[in-house]
């Protein structure tokens, strides 16, 4: 029996060597090390379908509203996540862990993991029946033909020639399965444009679109369903119903209050009034209401401040400022969230202090990418200042003071309605299972959440919520986590405090990548996950306050 793993070694080492070596798994993932320059995307091409930001940037910047304040739309779209797709480092890292980890799946990788995030590129090359590839000569090497279009990410002429097909804001047209149309038309929000200058420009039409103010255009990037494998690598969801609900921002919102009052343009895409939206021709003087900036901000500062720092090893050109995209972030952030505490005092040695979390959010608190985390940080103090009870205390490497996960990423912290001692932390977030029901992070494998306790958008009814997005875990039976906010009580044993508890302090904080996350990811110890550990490291927005809140007891 001794002999076997020896024997397999030397047969894999066989096959390997036999192979030659330029099918390593080192040679298919590596691209670029951190500090080498990447080069910056020619943002004035052109494709069969689409044109670089630049082209319509030369009319559609340098505008202004009523204000005087600068509304210019291709500055505002540069310095988001959204033009960024392909950038973005953290992308790229998990592109490359999950082909690692499922190599044979390497194909459907490429293709889906491009679709949103290298639309442009995508879309091209599937429709030139081209190979769809990331990495080595694919999309992200500069000699590769659709580089330019990855690198442009998520950019206008992607949005705006979304069609409005039966499929939009479905199953069907979720999970990037938007439809380009070929006559180059240009969606919008105005009706009786002036349509000759664009025309004879970029050779696109404007026209009036009533898809484009509505949810379901971003619903077919921002619901994303993917299939899932078992340990074995064999696909286990065989119908587009059974995949994992990755990312299903826009079926919380149809689930909430929201549905009827606010869209997704209305609350990321803030309004200007009184825009001439091109400066030329110079007798264009049509002023437009209700016009919507291009900043597009969610809860991403980490990622904002990363590509902000590392411009030149991430190719982003030096003129991208991002300081008006990362204080919007912070606002969003703190317009989230709202922190009532009450003081339902001590009862023999015990103190009873409640704290309810109300969402603004037109969406679960967090939402999406399943790397976020939301967490309450309570502290009592004494009439010195001095900490009796702490719970939810970060730290400067992005960890949790107590929360299980951060100890052992195999585990994770429970949902809590009463927390009586330090070591229990309430973290709002979704826990991914694999097939084998163990906390997994790799996204093909992810089959179910084991907890999802994300703050619940006001009018989220959970006992009619879909399965795509219940409730799961101990925050299904908590009667007071509901439709737009929680309440947890902190019942604190007081007998052995040697001074009196005098006041209390209580922040909802957010991260973007959560410790555990992080630290599955860089175990790879790929060229990508270390060049962007460096990077990780030396951020300082690895956790952000949503809202805090004291009491004087
Ligand atoms: C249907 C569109 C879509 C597809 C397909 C898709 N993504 Fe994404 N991805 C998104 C969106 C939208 C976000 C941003 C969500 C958020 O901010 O929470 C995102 C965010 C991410 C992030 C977090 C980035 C950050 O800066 O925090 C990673 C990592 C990521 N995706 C990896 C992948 C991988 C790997 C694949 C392929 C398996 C993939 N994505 C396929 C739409 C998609
Ligand atoms: C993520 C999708 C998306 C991207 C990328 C995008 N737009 Fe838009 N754009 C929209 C939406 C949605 C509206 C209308 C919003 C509404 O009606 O609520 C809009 C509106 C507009 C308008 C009408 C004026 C206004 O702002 O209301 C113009 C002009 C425009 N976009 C140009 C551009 C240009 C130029 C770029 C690239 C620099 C761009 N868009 C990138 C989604 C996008
Ligand atoms: C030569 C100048 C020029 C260029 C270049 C240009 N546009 Fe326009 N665009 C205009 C004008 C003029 C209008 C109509 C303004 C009006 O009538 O209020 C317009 C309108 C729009 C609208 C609004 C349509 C509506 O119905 O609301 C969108 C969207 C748009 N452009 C996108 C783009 C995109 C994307 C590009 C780049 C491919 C681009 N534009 C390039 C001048 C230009
Ligand atoms: C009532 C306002 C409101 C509406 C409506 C709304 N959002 Fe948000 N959204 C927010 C706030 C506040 C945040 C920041 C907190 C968070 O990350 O959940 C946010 C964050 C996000 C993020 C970033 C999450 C991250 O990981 O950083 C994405 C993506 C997003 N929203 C997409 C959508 C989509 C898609 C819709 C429409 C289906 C939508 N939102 C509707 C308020 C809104
Ligand atoms: C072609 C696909 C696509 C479409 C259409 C699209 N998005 Fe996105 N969106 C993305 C991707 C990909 C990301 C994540 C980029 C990343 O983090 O690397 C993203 C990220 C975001 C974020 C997170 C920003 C942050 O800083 O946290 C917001 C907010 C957002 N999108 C809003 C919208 C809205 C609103 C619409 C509809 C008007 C929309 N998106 C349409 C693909 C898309």
Not at 168 to 194: H, P
Not at 203 to 228: D, E, R, V, W
Not at 370 to 392: K, M, Q
Request: proline share 4%.
């Amino acid at each position: 029996m001794h002999l076997k793993p020896l024997f397999l070694t030397t047969l894999v080492l066989v096959l390997f060597l036999g192979c030659g070596n330029s099918d390593t798994p080192q040679d298919q993932t590596s691209s670029q090390d951190l500090n080498i320059p990447i080069t910056i995307e020619n943002r004035a091409f052109t494709s069969t379908h689409f044109s670089g930001s630049d082209n319509c940037a030369a009319c559609h910047n340098g505008i202004t509203d009523t204000h005087g304040e600068d509304v210019s739309i291709e500055s505002a779209w540069s310095a988001t996540m959204m033009a960024n797709s392909a950038k973005d480092p953290l992308w790229k890292a998990k592109v490359v862990s999950e082909i690692k980890r499922n190599p044979h799946l390497e194909d459907v990788i490429n293709d889906k993991c491009s679709k949103c995030h290298a639309p442009m590129a995508n879309h091209e090359a599937r429709s030139a029946q081209e190979e769809i590839k990331i990495f080595d000569d694919g999309f992200l090497n500069s000699t590769n033909p659709h580089y330019d279009e990855t690198m442009n990410g998520v950019s206008c002429t992607l949005c705006h020639q979304v069609k409005e097909v039966a499929e939009l804001g479905t199953l069907a047209g979720f999970s990037g399965n938007y439809s380009i149309g070929s006559d180059r038309i240009v969606y919008g929000q105005y009706n009786n444009v002036a349509t000759q200058p664009m025309i004879g420009q970029v050779n696109y039409t404007p026209q009036f679109g009533a898809h484009i103010s509505q949810s379901k255009m971003c619903a077919t990037c921002h619901n994303l369903k993917t299939p899932y494998v078992n340990a074995d690598g064999i696909v286990l969801s065989d119908t587009p119903e059974s995949e994992f609900p990755e990312q299903m921002p826009y079926s919380e919102w149809e689930h909430s209050e929201f549905a009827t009052t606010q869209s997704c343009q209305d609350c990321h895409m803030q309004r200007a009034e009184g825009v001439i939206i091109s400066n030329r021709p110079t007798w264009l003087n049509t002023q437009r209401g209700n016009f919507a900036k291009h900043t597009f901000v969610g809860g991403n500062a980490l990622m904002l401040d990363i590509l902000n720092n590392n411009k030149t090893s991430l190719g982003v050109p030096s003129t991208t400022d991002f300081s008006k995209t990362l204080s919007k972030t912070t606002e969003i952030l703190e317009s989230a969230a709202d922190i009532h505490i009450a003081n339902n005092g001590m009862i023999e040695n015990t103190l009873y202090i409640d704290v309810t979390i109300s969402s603004n959010t037109g969406h679960k608190l967090p939402t999406s990418f399943p790397s976020r985390r939301a967490f309450v940080h309570f502290i009592l103090y004494d009439t010195n200042g001095n900490i009796l009870f702490e719970s939810g205390k970060s730290n400067n490497d992005g960890s949790i003071s107590g929360a299980d996960a951060d100890t052992n990423i195999h585990s994770y912290e429970p949902h809590y309605n009463i927390i009586t001692s330090q070591d229990q932390v309430q973290i709002y977030e979704a826990v991914m299972h694999n097939s084998d029901n163990q906390v997994t992070y790799t996204l093909l494998r992810a089959a179910s959440y084991v907890k999802d306790n994300r703050i619940l958008p006001r009018g989220f009814d959970k006992a009619t919520a879909p399965s795509d997005i219940a409730v799961q875990g101990e925050a299904r039976n908590d009667v007071n986590f509901v439709g737009g906010s929680d309440t947890i009580s902190y019942n604190i044993d007081t007998t052995n405090f040697t001074s009196t508890p005098a006041r209390v302090e209580v922040a909802l904080r957010y991260q973007t990548l959560s410790y555990p996350f992080a630290q599955d990811l860089f175990s790879e110890e790929t060229n990508e996950s270390m060049s962007f550990e460096g990077m990780y490291d030396a951020s300082q927005m690895k956790t952000s306050t949503i809202t805090s809140q004291a009491l004087e007891l």
